[in-house]
């Protein structure tokens, strides 16, 4: 079935995401609650980062795509998925795929990184190259999904995939817990919000006096703005932020009234410290964050989700990152 | 008390580390074990990272010195601990006495990188500069143990460390269980001996059917030597591979005969296998190791520990790893 026939959905809910770990236990990584004593001094209080750049695929895109088609009905898995994304999305969406005997076809940009593209096609997915300029993805794939019967998923704006993500959201409270720690915060990176949203429903859920922020690179903080705003606001720019993976134009329909009720302020960083926190987060934590994952930990560390006196955790989301923009980080404080 | 007066042990067992296990609960972090689709491709079998570079400290360092000093008489652990090490050693200790409300002294070379020397003050350890080519900081370490009664603590040839250092044995085997995976063989790095000792104890343990295996720099191989001999042999060399923590010249009294009983046959990379391997780590596992923590993994990878159709885990001890040398690493595949 194409995507227009996706059955409808009440507001996805707290018991969703429940539902959607089940359906992830045994498939999904349970990504570590790391914590550094020398950071935590510095800040004055306990930040933890949810390591989700060690998920499979290396993001969390895995959650929601294998949710998405976990949910789907058996006669629909069987005519396949298709997508379009230049970055995580991809991945996750032909690793679920490739885990769950689903043909999936991924429309890519034919000037995208050789090595995601040959990523993604070694999961198994049927890639078709498009050119940016010239040809539109979204009537491609919709071409695809017309044709072939394969049901069209969505990389946020969609109950399935947002309470997959959520499901990390989950994890956060749980570790936490076990750390004998209630978080005052949560905050994670914001494209189109399906992973913010996700996690503040299961965070909410958990422990409802926890505040949850997304955070977006400046000039790509439309869900900053409609926060404010109460209503859809869009960016000017579609492209011109290291944080590659964040430049959704403008909220999702399903994700942003879930924003409006759900989640804090918004959080909203530059380029600049966001190549200081992936440097922090490889000279503190050992991990490979890429930019658009560590906005939240960039808002944790310039104090603009203040850390001092409280208990936070911010999700690092990714780690698929080009060896040259990596080296950019290093050299922001060579030894 | 001086070491010297320390209690004398039988040789340590299986049981010395699932004890060392329940000292260390809620302290240690239970690093996770991950695996990479396309690398298992790659290889033809499965791969499995235990990623002890997200340790607290930045390595397993801190699972030996945390159960020595819990293991220590309470009149002990008033006099404080000494002990000497430029690297993770310092780094793991210094924080075990700071969990553990013990008086640390920690003897470093004047010349060690300022950022460890902080690192390790940072945890509240005193640190005594010595002068790498005049003093002998064995004699440091063993005054300031005379005169303050405090003990010293050896960075591996110690019962009480190298069944910390077991405790991610098991967790390695609980954790490869629980993917429904029985290990072919298990690989960690080797200095003197504590880290691949506690964790051959662990898994002959849990599985006796794993082979556990010791990896070595080039040229520092002398447990690999040692093992083929029967008896102790020496490098030839103190210094002059990438992996400065793997550069003890001989195996220990302690971990040797453990060895000779556990080990199967050494692995012995080179500093540009170990830099392809932190490549690999980078690109596809997300994380970042030091040169000496990446020797099981490169050997892994370069086909010298067989991976093809078996199920394998490699150690990735550490990941505190300058940034100049981290960009040697990368520049070996740049995009």
Chains 1, 2 share one sequence.
Request: some cysteine.
């Amino acid at each position: 079935m194409s995507s227009s026939s996706l059955p409808t959905f009440a507001a996805p809910t707290f018991a969703d995401v429940q539902a959607a770990a089940r359906r992830l236990e045994g498939v999904t990584l349970r990504t570590p609650l790391l914590e550094n004593a020398r950071v935590n001094a510095m800040l004055g209080g306990q930040l933890f980062i949810k390591a989700e750049c060690l998920q499979r695929t290396g993001s969390f895109k895995l959650r929601g795509a294998y949710n998405f088609l976990a949910s789907m009905s058996e006669a629909d898995r069987k005519k396949g998925a298709v997508g379009w994304s230049s970055g995580n999305h991809a991945q996750g969406l032909a690793e679920a795929g490739r885990l769950l005997g689903v043909k999936t076809t991924i429309v890519m940009p034919a000037d995208a990184p050789a090595l995601k593209i040959a990523n993604t096609r070694a999961s198994g997915a049927e890639i078709v190259l498009h050119d940016r300029v010239k040809d539109s993805r979204e009537e491609i794939g919709l071409g695809i999904a017309k044709k072939t019967g394969a049901t069209v998923v969505p990389p946020y704006d969609h109950a399935w995939i947002l309470t997959g993500q959520g499901t990390a959201g989950l994890e956060i409270v749980e570790q936490a817990k076990a750390a004998g720690v209630t978080l005052d915060a949560v905050a994670a990176p914001c494209s189109g919000g399906g992973l913010s949203t996700g996690i503040a429903l299961a965070v909410k859920g958990l422990s409802p006096t926890t505040t949850v922020h997304a955070g977006e690179p400046a000039g790509f903080d439309d869900l900053a703005r409609s926060l404010s705003a109460g209503s859809k606001q869009t960016n000017a720019k579609l492209s011109g932020s290291i944080c590659d993976a964040l430049l959704a134009p403008t909220p999702g329909d399903v994700t942003f009234p879930l924003a409006l009720k759900l989640l804090g302020p918004g959080l909203v960083v530059t380029d600049d410290e966001v190549l200081d926190a992936m440097e922090v987060a490889f000279r503190e934590f050992k991990i490979v964050v890429e930019p658009g994952g560590a906005v939240a930990l960039a808002a944790a560390l310039t104090g603009k989700l203040p850390v001092k006196g409280r208990a936070v955790a911010v999700v690092c989301s990714g780690g698929n990152v080009d060896h040259a923009t990596f080296a950019r980080a290093l050299a922001r404080r060579p030894q």
